[in-house]
């Protein structure tokens, strides 16, 4: 196909449809998940190659990181929050108090699955998988409402 034959209506149907998908709340919180998953996770899997740290070390620091960099993507991307410092802080307060009893819970999961499976990277992923929908709901009702 030469790019001479483009139609430039079929680019902007492209990027209309994109952007319609992307409109939906859902499809914008699976790729912050995703990426919330897959940035701590290939932090797991070299701080488990480069460090004696112990496996419920390593899930505690990629846990915080993901926490961070999920409030952020969360914030400006998902829920698409704007306006003024108290806004931000008020979002941020609710979010990292949440965080403080979910991030308990997930680190008693990742025992569990980490002892029950002994697989640390299948621990990783039940847990995750687990606090997806609890994450999920907290942030739609409670933290970004």
Do not use: C
């Not at 897959?38 to 070299?46: E, I, K």
């Not at 496996?55 to 620091?61: G, K, L, N």
């Not at 960099?69 to 998902?78: R, V």
């Not at 029950?116 to 997806?132: N, S």
């Amino acid at each position: 196909m030469e790019h001479g034959n483009l139609d430039a209506g079929a680019g902007r149907r492209a990027l209309s449809a994109l952007k319609s998908v992307l409109d939906r709340q859902w499809v914008r919180f699976a790729i912050v998940g995703t990426t919330s998953l897959v940035v701590p996770f290939a932090l797991s899997a070299w701080l488990r190659l480069a460090t004696s740290l112990s496996d419920q070390t390593i899930f505690a620091i990629s846990s915080v990181v993901a926490i961070e960099l999920n409030y952020l993507l969360n914030h400006f991307f998902t829920w698409r929050k704007t306006g003024s410092l108290s806004s931000l802080a008020g979002t941020w307060m609710r979010f990292h108090i949440t965080k403080t009893f979910t991030f308990l819970i997930g680190q008693v999961l990742f025992f569990l699955a980490n002892a029950l499976t002994g697989q640390f990277f299948i621990a990783y992923a039940l847990t995750v998988l687990m606090m997806t929908f609890a994450n999920f709901g907290l942030q739609k009702h409670y933290i970004f409402k």
